[in-house]
């Protein structure tokens, strides 16, 4: 049976689903072609029951292959964007940790600039954005351990995450400069601003078996992440094997944040101040942050996406929203911080 306690952490995920619905049905309405309620109950019964909308067959076709698509796509990313923030953070034991810091975001990304030069389809994206995901989180964890001791290891995590992101990053710009200009070159700069125009019903295969295949070990070993908030050696006196175990979730995490990259390229941001507002929210206990994490990770990916494609004639590229956003933001919790601490 609940706790008092559980239940009162348990309301604001309630509450964080119902803000996901109404942020599900808001992006449908949003958009060049319009839709009126009534259009949208008609699509949906079409699509469930395969009864004729009654509506043209270009409004068919922009909601079921373009627009809902593009949200199921929004709502995936970002809910695996928080989910492998929250789970860095907790795995290394630092809030300041997330997929940009470490090194997943810019190796995916290199990973993934080599494979589109190489006219690779993309599944092979994928994978060869998760390989080079792995090896740079893989090279941050080794770097640290190897310059770093245990009383300054967040800080070598940290430090060490910005080289290797830095050397994935000029990978990245030699990529672009041995690019054809005229195809290649614009083509890799867009997806690496990030972007989910490009998404198609094909898209969501790719992005929801990752999602599934690493994010359901994390949500069946939520509990035991708060272990790991321990120091190793009392974790270990409780029985739990945390090398073992944070080597499980970083692989997890790394899956998912490459295969977020490889579909909607880099899209910073989310994976640090979601965890944070979830954290805000439930508390740091796992078995509460990660849900609110995800959801709260989806509402506010498809509400800047809704901003993306609304707002102008052409697509912003999210990565420029999520920084407008998310470095404000982000300023405005360390100062807050530093209040309830002085």
Excluded at 46 to 58: D, I, K
Excluded at 86 to 108: C, E, H, K, M
Excluded at 230 to 250: H, K, Q, W, Y
Excluded at 263 to 290: K, N
Aim: contains cysteine; aromatic residues 8%; charged residues 10%.
């Amino acid at each position: 049976m609940k706790t008092s306690e559980e239940q009162g952490r348990a309301l604001p995920i309630v509450l964080l689903g119902c803000l996901l619905i109404a942020a599900f049905f808001l992006s449908c309405f949003l958009g060049r072609y319009s839709l009126t309620p009534r259009d949208l109950f008609f699509l949906f019964r079409e699509g469930l029951t395969g009864l004729p909308s009654g509506l043209s067959a270009s409004a068919s076709k922009v909601f079921f292959r373009i627009r809902l698509p593009r949200i199921l796509v929004a709502a995936i990313t970002g809910c695996g964007l928080a989910l492998s923030g929250s789970v860095y953070q907790g795995a290394f034991r630092n809030p300041l940790v997330s997929p940009d810091i470490l090194g997943a975001t810019a190796g995916a990304g290199l990973g993934a600039a080599i494979a589109l030069l190489l006219n690779l389809n993309g599944s092979l994206v994928q994978l060869i954005a998760f390989l080079f995901g792995l090896a740079a989180v893989g090279g941050t964890s080794i770097l640290a351990r190897s310059f770093g001791d245990r009383n300054s290891m967040t800080l070598s995590l940290v430090l060490t995450g910005i080289v290797v992101s830095a050397l994935f990053q000029a990978g990245i710009s030699l990529v672009k400069y041995v690019g054809d200009p005229y195809t290649k070159l614009p083509a890799i700069t867009f997806w690496l601003m990030g972007s989910l125009s490009a998404a198609v019903p094909s898209s969501l295969p790719l992005l929801a078996v990752p999602l599934l295949s690493g994010g359901l070990p994390l949500l069946l070993l939520r509990w035991k992440l708060n272990l790991l908030s321990l120091p190793d050696e009392e974790a270990m006196s409780l029985g739990i094997n945390t090398t073992r175990l944070r080597f499980i979730v970083i692989l997890c995490a790394t899956l998912i944040t490459s295969s977020v990259v490889a579909v909607g390229g880099i899209i910073g941001w989310v994976g640090l101040i979601i965890p944070h507002l979830a954290r805000m929210l439930v508390g740091s206990d796992c078995r509460f942050q990660l849900p609110a994490a995800m959801v709260l990770g989806a509402s506010y990916l498809l509400l800047v996406d809704d901003i993306a494609r609304s707002a102008t004639a052409m697509d912003i590229p999210l990565g420029i929203l999520t920084a407008v956003i998310g470095a404000p933001f982000f300023l405005l919790l360390m100062y807050k911080q530093r209040r309830s601490q002085s």
